[in-house]
Antibody, heavy 122, light 111 residues
Framework: QVQLQESGPGLVKPSETLSLTCAVS?????????WGWIRQPPGKGLEWIGS???????YYNPSLKSRVTISVDTSKNQFSLKLSSVTAADTAVYYC???????????????WGQGTLVTVSS | QSVLTQPPSASGTPGQRVTISCSGS????????VNWYQQLPGTAPKLLIY???QRPSGVPDRFSGSKSGTSASLAISGLQSEDEADYYC????????????FGGGTKLTVL
């Protein structure tokens, strides 16, 4: 079955760029679907960051768009997140997930990775 | 402030039926389908209901979803202790270039 695994630094300094990678196994990204990033600050709710198609087409959360870049590497079957100029407010568990398109829109996330905690602190 | 509004908490006793509401607007729930996620303590969210009322394989039929106008509901019947979790609704929002919006989450306690 499809499995996703996030990886990247657990600690990032303020004003620097957060970089995470999501490795996909059990399914070839090139075969289709969108692939997304979602985050969850400690003790808070979920926030969608953005999603990418294997062709490179992207959708971003308007509130984060100016700082976010999502890219895909089909040769490695993985996709990545870069979030620039981070502050303490970007401290969160970051999840990657397959993002299913249906009924004319990007729709549900399934499955999800286990998540990785990124702390922004000097 | 989440775009979709959920009650912060809900509770029930084993065997009871509980419902969790999710209120939105014409640009999200009113024009697109709703999905629900269950997040057990310390774990990643898991898809529970998709396309308003569809259950993924493996999700018990005790869980059901519905949508009417700009609101949606998740119902859990025959409540079990293992249902204690956070539940989130989500939908696509057609405003601007479009985005996924989530509810703030409802913490379900099984008494």
């Amino acid at each position: 079955q499809v499995q996703l695994q996030e990886s990247g630094p657990g600690l990032v300094k303020p004003s620097e760029t957060l970089s995470l990678t999501c490795a996909v196994s059990g399914y070839s990204i090139s075969s289709g679907y969108y692939w997304g990033w979602i985050r969850q600050p400690p003790g808070k709710g979920l926030e969608w960051i953005g999603s990418i198609y294997h062709s490179g087409s992207t959708y971003y959360n308007p509130s984060l768009k100016s700082r976010v870049t999502i890219s895909v590497d089909t040769s490695k079957n993985q996709f990545s997140l870069k979030l620039s100029s981070v502050t303490a407010a970007d401290t969160a568990v970051y999840y990657c997930a397959r993002h299913v398109a249906a009924a004319g829109t990007l729709n549900w996330f399934d499955p999800w990775g286990q998540g990785t905690l990124v702390t922004v602190s000097s | 402030q989440s775009v979709l509004t959920q009650p912060p908490s809900a509770s029930g006793t084993p065997g009871q039926r509980v419902t969790i509401s999710c209120s939105g607007s014409s640009s999200n729930i009113g024009s697109n389908t709703v999905n629900w996620y269950q997040q057990l303590p310390g774990t990643a969210p898991k898809l529970l209901i998709y396309s308003n009322n569809q259950r993924p394989s493996g999700v018990p039929d005790r869980f059901s979803g519905s949508k009417s106008g700009t609101s949606a509901s998740l119902a859990i019947s025959g409540l079990q202790s293992e249902d204690e979790a956070d539940y989130y609704c989500a939908a696509w929002d057609d405003s601007l270039n479009g985005e996924v919006v989530f509810g703030g989450g409802t913490k379900l306690t099984v008494l």
